[in-house]
């Protein structure tokens, strides 16, 4: 009887063990094209819908989706707030970390990361990057006013007497940089926050509660192209640039008018997220095989042709980089000092 139970059990064992085996042997060989195919992605755009990072996303969303293994369905989900940093945070510390749920942040993110922002809970260099749509080598982020405001040239922003409110998103790139021209170009502006999104500051401009705002040319192209065609707006400064864009050869850049070298450090650091202008990310700690699929999908998407020409046709500015190419620009953000960091973060504080 006990050889018999001792047999038996044995049996039971080993049964268990191939069932086991057997039921364990499809997740272990799922590849990526098992993963996706038939499954929903989550596309996290960090802002509000109407602007150009909501056009990007969507923009991506529609294509991307040809490119990763198994083909899956990608829906934008829109996760305003904070700047930019609501979404970031929910894609590092909340979202899934298996490639069902990717991201379309705001440029500033990662910088906010290196900055030690107060609400940015996350490490910029741990993020999945996939690439970004633009290095922003053809295009310029403007400090515009309306045709209609006194100011005629940077010159006269200096004057003691003539003051000019640009509108800004609380916590966004144009924010920054309001407050770079205020206290760093010594320009002689006002800031005016509380904005949930650029879409609302258009709106400001048109009823008169703003003089102007500072927003790169390819989002006005894409936003409100009258302003631009029927010349509506004046470009009196350049950010995000080394060097002056050839549309606007008269414009001079913040670079130019740093008083001195360690206001053009500061200038130098805060344009850094324009290297990486329209990123697109996935939370950290990825399935090392489906973070490959992804990235070599984006890259592959932004050589597709019908993808070019969608980015043409709703005016997205395009000079992509891929992951690496993001990777040098984080690296180089990590490099910067600590006294230029200080600066740039009383400056911001001083603006809240």
Known sequence: IGAHLVATSARTIALAGLIWIVLAAPAAAQTVEDFYRGRTVSLLVSFGPGGLNDIAGRLVAQHLRRFIPGQPNIIVQNMPGAGGLAAANHLYNVAAKDGSVLGQLDRSVAQSGFRGAKNARFDPIKFTWLGSLSDYSNEAYLLWVSASHPARSVADLATPGLKTRLGVVTGGTN???????????????????????????????????????????????????????????????????????????????????????????????????????????????????????????????????????????????????????????????????????ERLNAIVDSGR
């Open 175 to 341: 924010m920054m940089m309001s407050l770079v021209a205020r206290d760093v170009l010594n320009l002689n502006v006002q800031v005016v926050r509380g904005y949930p999104a650029v879409s609302a500051i258009w709106l400001a401009l048109q009823r008169g509660e703003v003089d102007g705002q500072i927003i790169g040319l390819t989002s006005v192209l894409a936003e409100h192209p009258e302003f631009w065609t029927q010349q509506l707006m004046r470009p009196l400064v350049q950010f995000g640039r080394s060097t002056r864009l050839d549309t606007f050869k008269d414009v001079p850049t913040a670079r130019e008018l740093a008083p001195n070298p360690a206001a053009r450090a500061a200038v130098e650091f805060a344009e850094l997220p324009f290297t990486t202008s329209l990123p697109f990310v996935a939370p950290p700690d990825l399935p090392a095989d489906r973070a490959a699929a992804l990235r070599t999908a984006f890259a592959a998407m932004v050589r597709d042709p019908e993808f070019i020409e969608g980015a043409r046709k709703h005016q997205v500015e395009f000079s992509p980089i891929g992951a690496d190419g993001i990777m040098v620009a984080l690296q180089r953000a990590a490099a910067t000092p600590v006294s230029v960091i």
